[in-house]
């Protein structure tokens, strides 16, 4: 049967950095370490400065055994919200470009109002002659 499992935002997992309360995020997983900080072989400092990102080239990079992946998931308590990770980005982005275009139109309009101007009046001579002909 499958297993339903907790969303945990990345921002959410980073509040917990501290020696008496301590997340790390591994391979899309979360994991409480808080009760295993002071047991874990590679020192609580490691764990700690492994929270609020992806721990999981760190974990991979110490070489960590079987049974130490074993005893991980008693730690895990719920998985990483992926799409939490793309839409902060997303947005800083969008609302960058929006307000780039915003500028860039009030600059062009603010520099060359006299294009727009000459155009209506050419065109209301033009009627005008246009209209006396008939
Ligand atoms: C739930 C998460 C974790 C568990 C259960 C865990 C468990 C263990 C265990 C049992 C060992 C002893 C060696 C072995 O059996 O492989 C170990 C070593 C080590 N761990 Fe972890 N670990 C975790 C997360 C991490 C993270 C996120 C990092 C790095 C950011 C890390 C860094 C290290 C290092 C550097 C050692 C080597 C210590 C040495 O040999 O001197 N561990 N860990």
Same mark, same amino acid.
């Given at each position: 049967? %499958?297993?339903?499992?907790? /969303? ?5 997992? =980073? ?9 790390? @995020? #591994?391979?899309? +997983? ?15 400092? $490691?764990? #700690? ?5 992806? *721990? ?14 074993? /005893? ?11 799409? &939490?990770? *793309? ?7 969008? %609302?960058?470009?929006?307000?780039? #275009? &915003? ?11 006299? @294009?727009? $101007? =000459? @155009? %209506?009046? #050419?065109?209301? $001579? ?6 006396? +002909?008939?």
């Amino acid at each position: 049967m %499958a297993k339903l499992s907790k /969303l945990y935002t990345m921002q959410e997992a =980073a509040q917990h950095n501290t020696s008496e309360d301590c997340w790390v @995020v #591994i391979d899309g +997983k979360v994991y409480d370490v808080s009760s295993y900080l002071n047991e874990h072989p590679g020192g609580d400092d $490691v764990l #700690i400065a492994a929270t609020g990102k992806d *721990a999981t080239d760190e974990f991979e990079d110490a070489g960590h055994s079987k049974s130490a992946r074993e /005893l991980m998931e008693k730690f895990c308590i719920g998985e990483l919200d992926e799409s &939490s990770l *793309a839409i902060p980005e997303l947005e800083i982005v969008r %609302a960058e470009q929006a307000s780039d #275009i &915003s500028k860039k139109i009030v600059e062009f309009t603010q520099r060359y109002w006299v @294009v727009p $101007v =000459a @155009v %209506a009046g #050419i065109s209301a $001579v033009v009627g005008f002659l246009y209209l006396r +002909k008939k």
